[in-house]
């Protein structure tokens, strides 16, 4: 079906589901709202409505007060948004709770993948491939330089700096909604079994992943823990804390990150990073452009990062595309 989506608009402030008079992911509080997930950039209070997965709305308590107005969306679950919308959450696989959105109105079907990603993540179901007519995709990492390599290889790598430094310990800067549970869940996989220890910043979000049954094991706060019993350690930080006055607290930290950004090594210097882990919650080049030739859209519309190489892969390959160009959307979540 080659429609024209009239009844989609791509406004600044976000996606606009004009029959319904609802918005995805808004930049400013709107009567109803569908939330994709918990990240600070598209999910914000302050909506009369919103429409999101359980787990996201559990984020978005906890994270921004959010709970008036607040309507349960279960994955794979149609939701009528009137104005004869109905509107069905799909798993996205970026983090916990984290959503596509179906759209279906008068025959045609849209897809707002939000952001996500196609590797397996213990911490999330996995993106479920869906057919659509317009498949209005993220492109965080939307160059062909950006490949990310396996998670296990990165964790490798961490555990591997550890055992070289048996007095120091390893503190890795992460992303607290997402990445950081990632990473310990990973840790765990691949057979660490020694308490994780967890800046305070990080704690409420972890301990809400355990309440919501992903598993994590032993996490404890480092606050209060004696420096020389932190040698050979594995601490969890936010990236903002890796060089601050706070790590002092820590024996001699080897400290690293888990962004997709660590691929740029200037990035990597401008940290400060001793260990650099390429782990990212977002699709790489490569899934972006197998997602596009998975679902096979009529349409395919490029928001949120970097859309002009997608843009032009996509003209390459004979596929109708345009870019978008919505604001507010930072990289909370890389
Ligand atoms: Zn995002
Ligand atoms: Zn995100």
Redo the contacts with the bound molecule.
């Keep these: 079906m080659s429609g024209c989506f009239t009844w989609i608009k791509a406004d600044p402030m976000g996606i606009r589901i004009v029959p319904a008079d609802a918005w995805v992911d808004p930049s400013r509080p709107v009567e109803r709202a569908l939330i994709t997930h918990g990240?600070a950039?598209?999910a914000r209070g302050g909506h009369g409505r919103t429409v999101a997965t359980s787990e996201t709305l559990a984020i978005m308590a906890v994270r921004y007060g959010v709970t008036e107005g607040a309507q349960v969306a279960e994955y794979h679950e149609p939701v009528a948004i009137g104005g004869g919308v109905t509107a069905t959450f799909l798993p996205a696989g970026h983090v916990l709770g984290s959503a596509q959105i179906l759209l279906q109105h008068a025959g045609e079907r849209v897809i707002i993948t939000g952001?996500y990603k196609r590797s397996l993540d213990p911490t999330c179901a996995p993106f479920a491939v869906t057919p659509c007519d317009l498949f209005i995709t993220?492109a965080?990492f939307g160059l062909p330089v950006f490949r990310h390599p396996p998670i296990r290889d990165e964790i490798a790598k961490l555990l591997a700096a550890r055992e070289a430094h048996p007095a120091r310990c390893v503190l890795v800067g992460a992303y607290a909604l997402g990445k950081a549970q990632r990473v310990i869940a990973e840790l765990r996989a691949a057979g660490w079994d020694q308490p994780v220890y967890l800046h305070g910043a990080m704690e409420t979000m972890c301990r809400l992943y355990q309440d919501l049954g992903v598993e994590l094991g032993d996490l404890r706060p480092v606050a209060g823990v004696p420096k020389a019993s932190l040698a050979g350690a594995i601490v969890i930080c936010p990236p903002s804390a890796l060089n601050d006055r706070w790590s002092r607290r820590l024996p001699d930290p080897l400290t690293g990150m888990a962004s997709g950004w660590m691929r740029v090594r200037q990035r990597v210097r401008q940290r400060g990073v001793e260990l650099p882990l390429v782990i990212s919650d977002h699709a790489d080049w490569d899934e972006l452009t197998a997602t596009i030739t998975d679902v096979n859209p009529a349409e395919t519309w490029i928001t949120?990062g970097r859309e002009e190489a997608l843009l032009r892969w996509c003209e390459l390959h004979q596929r109708k595309a345009r870019a978008l160009a919505l604001t507010g959307?930072e990289d909370?979540?890389d």
């Design positions: 990240h950039d598209h952001d993220e965080t949120h959307y909370e979540d």
